[in-house]
């Protein structure tokens, strides 16, 4: 069966500092990934997604990028954290362009 | 693009009450639908997906959602509700033809249930 997998759990950043966050998917190839944000009252954000290694989409211009790799690794990384970028950060997977599935998170603080 | 109006931002109910979350999207195109659940400090599960065939879907838990094409929408039902439903909800659409595997979510109902 398939699983995906995010660390850290939960991470607290001074302003200014780099990020790195990791999702690993298990027991499937090739999938589709993506990193949502989601802040307080706010839903979720789709911040990129990759259909392939080294193939990375964005959807909001921010201080943020992606990279992809390896096929189920996906990165998500900042040079220089600011406050906004606090929220709770999800990784997902699909294959065949239907439904989701979703890791289990990042808590991001940003102080 | 697509859009997902999640009609109520919170819904309390109490116990054993039936209870109905509302979504209504959006779209030029044919479109998937889904129902995702997210409890505190957790990532998001999916309740129900709708791609084709019968418009009423049974999914975990015992909810289920019909889709309604004509009025665009894809509501959230359970008959009898637990303490232990309480979460958020979230519906989303993506485009069949559209993007691979682009979904559209809405903004998030958050349900209480009440002893």
């Known amino acids: 069966s398939q699983t995906i997998h995010q660390w850290p759990a939960t991470l607290v950043q001074p302003v200014g500092s780099p990020l790195s966050l990791e999702c690993t998917v298990e027991g499937t190839s090739n999938p589709n990934l993506y990193w949502y944000r989601q802040a307080a009252g706010r839903g979720l954000q789709l911040l990129f997604y990759?259909?392939?290694?080294?193939?990375i989409s964005s959807e909001v211009p921010q201080n943020l990028s992606a990279s992809r790799p390896q096929d189920r690794q996906f990165i998500l990384s900042s040079k220089k954290l600011l406050l906004s970028d606090s929220g709770f950060y999800l990784c997902?997977?699909?294959?065949?362009?239907?439904?989701?599935?979703f890791g289990p998170g990042t808590r991001l603080t940003v102080t | 693009a697509q859009s997902v109006t999640q009609l109520d931002s919170q819904v309390p109910v109490f116990e054993e009450a039936p209870v109905e979350l509302r979504c209504n999207y959006s779209s030029s195109v044919s479109v998937y639908l889904f129902w995702y659940v997210q409890y505190p400090n957790q990532g998001l599960q999916l309740l129900l997906k709708y791609l084709s065939g019968s418009t009423l879907v049974k999914g975990i838990n015992g909810f289920e959602a019909e889709f309604n094409k004509s009025q665009t929408s894809f509501h959230l039902r359970k008959p009898s509700v637990h303490i232990s439903d309480t979460a958020e909800y979230f519906c989303a659409v993506s485009e069949i033809r559209g993007t691979l595997g682009r979904l559209y979510f809405g903004r998030g109902t958050q349900l209480t249930v009440w002893p």
């Open positions: 997902a997977w699909s294959v065949g362009g239907n439904e989701q599935y």
């Open positions: 990759s259909v392939g290694i080294g193939q």
